[in-house]
């Protein structure tokens, strides 16, 4: 009878230790992007969300600039936001790219009042992300372009509704060398 309790003692402690484990990794993994992307999004834009395809009806969001070119050295306004009435965002991640090689180029600046933090693909600051997971409508990034001619451009952002919807590097316009 002794060995049959203490039989019962340890499944109900490994039960309680594999719950604790699981509960852990889950609360990790769902933790850590919600404050924003991670280095393995850095060229594919994918979210690292386990069991998750990328959406590929139409995107509810669309992708603007101030400027229909830009300046070697000068800055861009780029906004996200919602293209559709009752709809949010929870999460992001943009860069600037060369058209032809897909390169990303330049650097963000840090808004330190506001939802965003910049992180490091290739170099320093050349792409950023959210912050929190809250629900946003627009966001207002600003881009400062390289000093060195590179040619056309374009901004991309995966944009993410929630964890299992999401878009992958929607595009901005074409943006000119002024």
Known sequence: MERLMSLKQNKI???LCVSLIVITVHLVCVGAYSR????????????NHFNTNEQSDLC????????????????VEVTVKVSEPDVVFKGFLCQATTVSSDKIIGTWFNQASGPSKLLKCDNPNDSVTHVNSGEKTS???TWNAPTDIVGE?????????SYKIYWVHMKSLVLGLQ
């Open 153 to 161: 451009i374009q901004f991309r952002c995966t944009v993410v509704q």
């Open 13 to 15: 402690m490994l039960y």
């Open 36 to 47: 924003g992307a991670g280095d393995a999004a850095c060229y594919n834009g994918v979210p």
């Open 60 to 75: 509810p969001y669309s992708i603007t600039t101030t400027q229909t070119a830009y300046s070697p050295g000068g800055t």
């Open 139 to 141: 966001i207002t990034l």
